[in-house]
């Protein structure tokens, strides 16, 4: 090293690598910024309250699916595939037939984060459970700061300028549910009778409507699937999730199959088989482009009690 009037002068390879190590402490500190600036504890601050938390836990409890990071991830990775082979694009406008009453935005946030739609509409049968859907929507945009490549992200950066791009942190920390999306593209209805077309007056360019879980827990499914079409394109695609075991359970003791014993509609849901709501009720209103169908393996000792109504 070379002192000149009281100035450092390094050598060249000394000087690049201060630079290269300035620059990864720059780049470390603006990643590490990002975070606290959208991190789930900065967003909540002090609202984080003990009684929420504790709902929250009995809430994951029960609803594992709806509630956590990787439930969620499932869900978007089911109705996915469908969306890019049919749909596949951007700027399309959804219809998500029971998005849940406590994490509604999770499934929305995802497809707005890839760029998949313009806006998105969500529809449930009862209000909605604000403080759940703002604390799902805070630890799924958490973790996707956290774990950029989970969600395809090549680094953080990236990551939290996606999310900029669709969230309005302002909204978020003041708890305004109906300005939390940028430009209000996404909108949630409460269905309770109110028929779809009611809702979305005049609207006929829904590209993609979906539902995971619904169909078989509606007393008149019909009375739904027929105004689906009013708000839809004439090429739309209709993507549906439809558990046709029931999945009733006895009140001691969790039983899936116990409906085999039982003739009468029982529970939330609807008992319709397979047949009669996709060839009696579905086909009256779409063409069936797929359908694909699992099997579950009856336990042994309830095969002969199952009824052939069934």
């Not at 975070?35 to 009995?58: D, F, H, K, V």
């Not at 991830?73 to 996915?80: C, D, K, N, P, T």
């Not at 359970?249 to 409906?259: A, L, N, Q, T, V």
């Not at 709501?277 to 579905?282: E, Q, S």
Request: include cysteine; hydrophobic fraction near 40%; aromatic fraction near 14%.
């Amino acid at each position: 090293m070379i002192y000149r009037r009281g100035v450092t002068l390094l050598s060249p390879l000394v000087r690049k690598a201060v630079r290269f190590l300035l620059s990864l402490l720059f780049q470390k500190w603006r990643q590490h910024r990002s975070i606290y600036l959208l991190s789930l504890e900065n967003i909540l601050g002090t609202r984080e309250r003990i009684p929420l938390i504790l709902s929250l836990r009995r809430v994951v409890k029960e609803n594992k699916g709806r509630m956590t990071v990787a439930g969620n991830l499932w869900r978007f990775g089911q109705v996915e595939p469908t969306f890019l082979k049919y749909v596949g694009g951007h700027n399309a406008r959804l219809l998500e037939i029971g998005p849940g009453l406590l994490n509604p935005f999770a499934v929305p946030f995802l497809f707005l984060l890839y760029g998949y739609c313009s806006q998105y509409f969500g529809v449930d049968i009862s209000e909605f459970r604000w403080d759940f859907a703002l604390y799902g929507l805070n630890v799924l945009i958490d973790d996707v700061i956290r774990e950029p490549q989970k969600y395809r992200f090549s680094s953080r950066v990236h990551a939290v300028k996606s999310v900029e791009n669709i969230i309005d942190f302002k909204a978020l920390r003041d708890e305004d549910t109906s300005e939390v999306f940028v430009d209000h593209v996404v909108k949630l209805f409460v269905y309770d009778g109110i028929h779809i077309d009611q809702i979305l007056p005049g609207t006929r360019d829904i590209d993609f409507c979906w539902s995971q879980d619904v169909f078989e827990r509606l007393r008149q499914p019909r009375t739904l699937i027929e105004r689906i079409p009013h708000v839809m394109k004439p090429d739309g695609i209709m993507y549906t999730d439809t558990d046709f075991k029931d999945h009733f359970f006895r009140d001691k003791g969790k039983d899936e199959w116990s409906f085999l014993e039982r003739d009468t509609w029982t529970g939330s849901l609807n008992r319709l088989r397979a047949h009669e709501m996709i060839d009696g009720i579905i086909r009256d209103y779409f063409e069936v482009v797929k359908r694909v169908d699992t099997f579950k393996e009856i336990p042994p000792g309830r095969k002969e009690r199952f009824s052939r109504h069934f």
